[in-house]
């Protein structure tokens, strides 16, 4: 596995990979890899000749400074793991090659799919960020694909909406959510959890199971859900920033769930902000 730092180095490589008949998947990440990640990197090696990987820590899409301080950096493990899972390279670029003295280019989505959910909570900045350094990654590694998290349903909806309006050539492929064994869902900030924190923490996908079990028993009012769901969070002593009953494409709040709806999450849990969703109305597998 090789690890580049440019992106003349970046597209030299994947040229060559083109070159030789490999189709190209690419997987953007922010490093701090764990299982979630290496189920993405099995998912694109499945499909394609020549994966690729980013790992950059995306200074823009951090609207508090702490949470950017306090986000786990390993690049050595990381290439590590990378490597195991079948990653042909890893771009892992320094910030200035990503942004250059005199950076003056937002790629804005605009609209409810950046305004809502994570958008009210961390502010419009964040989107922004996502957009800007994923359209600058696909630009870079021109893949064929690129493969997501459905743990971040939003960014997938504003990725895909973006990918659309700019007529980038690329499949946007989204992944289940990874779950350790006791149901939370993979995270690189899990690592900030303390066991009492952790173990707080499960009242998120307990929640979502509440919701997920409340819809297959027949309540589709959504306040009600919601009711449920909050129910669950406090028992353990969490409060979420939100826990909302949305459209999976529009995510615009439903009334009821009548067909495909996202039930979405986000609680802090001590100084951690986690957010975890389930499908609802689309089968258990989806969970
Ligand atoms: O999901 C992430 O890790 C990041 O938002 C991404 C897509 C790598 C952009 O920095």
Redesign the pocket.
Known sequence: MKIVRTVSELREAIAAARGAGASIALI???GALHEGHLSLVRAARAEHGYVVMSI?V?PT?FTEAADLAAYPRQEDRDAELAESAGVDLVFAPEAAELYPAGFATTVHVGGAITETLEGAGRGPAHFDG?AT??SKLLIAAAPDAAY?GQK?AQ?VVVVRRMVADLGLPVRIVACPISRDDDGLARSSRNTRLSAEQRSKALAIPRALAEVSEAVRSGVTDATALIERGVAVLAQSGVTAEYLALVDPDTLEAVPRVTGATLCAIAARVGEVRLIDNVLLGAGPEQR
């Open positions: 953007p990440t922010m950059f995306n899409q996502v350094v994923v997501f971040d960014q």
